[in-house]
C-alpha cells in the first residue's frame, strides 16, 4: 500500500502527524534542534508557564525507578514575560504545532496568562496544568475537584480564542467526572494522563530519594494507567478529542492510545532516554499502519474490539 496519511485532528487543530512532544519533558522545545527537526513533530507542548518566573524545588529532584522515573522539578521556568520575549519569537517559526502549557496557583492566575497568550503568533493552542495547588482554596490540586477544573476552564475560556486543552492527573478516583466538568466549562480537549504521584527511599540511608519527598511517576510503568483513563473518557465522553500520554516509547505504543480513543498522543519520558523519540516514533506508527493496511492514521481512533 501507498504510505498511510498520518494527518489527525484534535477539535480544529489540525496536527500533521499525532505524535506531540509533552509538557516538562521537552523544555520550551528549542533545546530539542540538535537532535531532530522539530519540524517534523505534529507538536509539542512547552514546559509549565507561569505569571513569575520559578526556580522550583531544590535537587536531587529525579530518580530513576524500575521501567520509569520520579521527578518533583518544581515546574521551573522563565515566567511569561520572558517566555513571550525570548522563546516565543522562535517557536513561531516551526511548521508544527506549538501548545502552550499554563500553571496557576490561582484561577485569576491561569485567566492572565490566556489573556496574555491571546492572539499571540505560534500559538496554536493552550493547555492547562490543573494537577497544580490551588493556593486559595487551602492547597488542594485544582484537578482532584471538578467543580475547581470547571473554574479554570471557564476562566481561560473567557479571555482566549485559543483551544483550551485540560490536562487531567491521574490521582484521582475516576476521571471522568473532572473531564465531563472541562468539557461543560468549555474545554475543547482532554489531555490524559499526567504523573501519578510516587515516591523512592534509600533503605540504607533511611531517606526519601527527592528532596521534595513525593514526585511524579511516569515512563512505561504507568502505560496502563494512561490507556485505561483515556478509554474511560473517550466512552464518556464521544466526540470529546482526547489527547493520550503514558509510557508511550514505541509507535505501537502510540497506535494503543489512539486505538483506545485518542486523536492524538504525548511522548514524555521518552524524550530523555531518546532524545529524537518523537520522530521516531511517528515513523514506527507509519511502519505499523502499513503492517496493518491502515490507510489512515485516523482510522485507529477509538477502533477497539470487543474481547475475543
Not at 496536527?15 to 531532530?36: D, H, K, W
Not at 492572539?119 to 492547597?139: F, I, T
Not at 502499513?290 to 485516523?298: F, L, W, Y
Request: hydrophobic share 45%; with cysteine.
Amino acid at each position: 500500500m501507498s504510505a498511510p496519511s498520518l494527518e489527525t485532528k484534535v477539535g480544529g487543530l489540525t496536527l500533521q502527524n499525532p505524535v506531540i512532544a509533552a509538557s516538562g519533558t521537552f523544555g520550551y522545545g528549542l533545546e530539542y534542534r540538535p537532535y531532530l527537526d522539530l519540524n517534523r513533530l505534529g507538536g509539542l507542548v512547552t514546559k509549565g508557564i507561569s505569571l513569575e518566573p520559578r526556580q522550583g524545588n531544590p535537587p536531587p529532584r529525579i530518580w530513576e525507578t524500575a521501567s520509569g522515573m520520579l521527578n518533583a522539578i518544581g515546574l521551573a521556568n522563565v515566567g511569561l514575560e520572558r517566555f513571550i520575549a525570548e522563546k516565543l519569537p522562535a517557536l513561531a517559526e516551526l511548521d508544527c504545532a506549538v501548545i502552550v502549557n499554563l500553571y496557576g496557583e490561582a484561577v485569576d492566575e491561569f485567566a492572565a496568562l490566556a489573556r496574555a497568550l491571546d492572539g499571540r503568533r505560534g500559538v496554536a493552542a493552550l493547555e492547562l496544568n490543573v494537577s497544580c495547588p490551588n493556593v486559595k482554596s487551602g492547597g488542594m490540586a485544582f484537578g482532584v475537584d471538578p467543580q475547581a477544573v470547571a473554574a479554570v476552564t471557564r476562566a481561560v475560556k473567557a479571555e482566549t480564542g485559543l483551544p483550551v486543552w485540560v490536562k487531567l492527573t491521574p490521582n484521582v478516583t475516576s476521571p471522568v467526572a473532572v473531564a465531563q466538568a472541562a468539557v461543560q466549562a468549555g474545554a475543547d480537549a482532554i489531555s490524559l494522563i499526567n504523573t501519578l504521584l510516587g515516591m523512592a527511599i534509600d533503605a540504607r540511608g533511611r531517606r526519601p530519594r527527592l528532596a521534595n519527598v513525593v514526585g511524579g511517576l511516569s515512563g512505561p510503568a504507568i502505560k496502563p494507567v494512561g490507556l485505561r483513563m483515556v478509554w474511560q473518557v473517550a466512552q464518556a465522553l464521544p466526540g470529546v478529542p482526547v489527547v493520550g500520554m503514558g509510557g508511550i516509547a514505541s509507535g505501537e505504543d502510540a497506535a494503543e492510545y489512539l486505538i483506545a480513543g485518542a486523536s492524538a498522543v504525548q511522548v514524555g519520558t521518552g524524550n530523555f532516554q531518546d532524545p529524537a523519540s518523537c520522530r521516531r516514533i511517528a515513523e514506527e506508527l507509519a511502519q505499523f499502519c502499513v503492517e496493518n493496511q491502515v490507510a489512515r492514521v485516523s482510522d485507529l481512533i477509538g477502533s477497539l474490539r470487543p474481547p475475543a
